[in-house]
């Protein structure tokens, strides 16, 4: 699913963000990226995305080679990847609905298509009943599960999160977990970069740990 050979990234300044990285994820794995701060886990989100390319080295993601890709490609490469940030960026100007739709109105999707996807997505969330609510009115960790609904509602093989429960508490931030876990459980692959090493450890899933843009571990967190 994810191949990095021998990927560097050095930016235009002369600072390395990743050195020599090479890990293999096979499709419908669960995995954690950790590292301090300036470890390069945005670094590796954003060379999944394409929003940067690597400097050195290969990446291949679902079959397509990201060091080559065109950039006309680049939209056809995201809409195989769902991504969840920290601060979940919803449109607070507009309903629970209407921002888990956002995506697929992008993708010119019919209005019954879109209806059908989006509750799909509510309710992978347990947000059903929460449909016609605004951001305003729902909980911060409501507010976090509707970034996760619109990052699956175009049902990708990839979901990305960087730091996706940074700002919640250890009990809602288990609860996001949860939901990440049953995603995954329907066949879709999670990459996630967390600082927070005491969930990842009750997790027991595959943990990659950079320092200082270099690889230093590689295996089930402990
Ligand atoms: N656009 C950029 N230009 C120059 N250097 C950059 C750029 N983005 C990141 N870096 C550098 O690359 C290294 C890795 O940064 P990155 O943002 O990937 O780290 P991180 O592990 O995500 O950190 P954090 O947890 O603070 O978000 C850091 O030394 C950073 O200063």
Do not use: C, W
């Not at 419908?28 to 060379?47: D, I, N, Y």
């Not at 940067?52 to 995201?78: M, N």
């Not at 931030?173 to 049953?182: N, V």
């Not at 996630?192 to 997790?203: E, F, Q, T, V």
């Amino acid at each position: 699913m994810i191949r990095f050979d021998h990927v560097a990234k050095r930016y235009p300044n002369g600072h390395v963000g990743l050195h020599e990285l090479s890990f293999h994820v096979k499709r419908g794995e669960f995995l954690f990226v950790t590292g301090h701060s300036g470890a390069g886990k945005s670094t590796l989100l954003r060379l999944l995305l394409a929003m940067e390319r690597p400097t050195d080295g290969k990446i291949i993601l679902a079959g397509q080679d990201l060091s080559r890709i065109s950039t006309a490609h680049i939209p056809f490469l995201r809409r195989q990847i769902g991504v969840v940030f920290q601060n979940h960026q919803l449109l607070f100007d507009r309903n629970v609905f209407a921002n888990v739709a956002l995506p697929l109105q992008i993708l010119g999707m019919s209005k019954d298509d879109i209806y059908k996807r989006v509750i799909t997505a509510l309710d992978r969330v347990g947000l059903k009943e929460k449909a016609d609510q605004f951001p305003n009115d729902i909980s911060t960790g409501q507010q976090q599960r509707v970034g996760i609904a619109r990052a699956i509602v175009h049902q990708p093989l990839l979901l990305l999160a960087d730091e996706p429960t940074g700002n919640l508490d250890p009990r809602l931030a288990s609860e996001i977990m949860g939901i990440f876990q049953d995603i995954n459980s329907l066949g879709t692959t999670v990459l996630i970069a967390s600082h927070d090493l005491a969930l990842i450890a009750r997790m027991r899933h595959r943990l990659l740990t950079l320092q200082r843009g270099r690889l230093i571990g590689d295996g089930e967190a402990a």
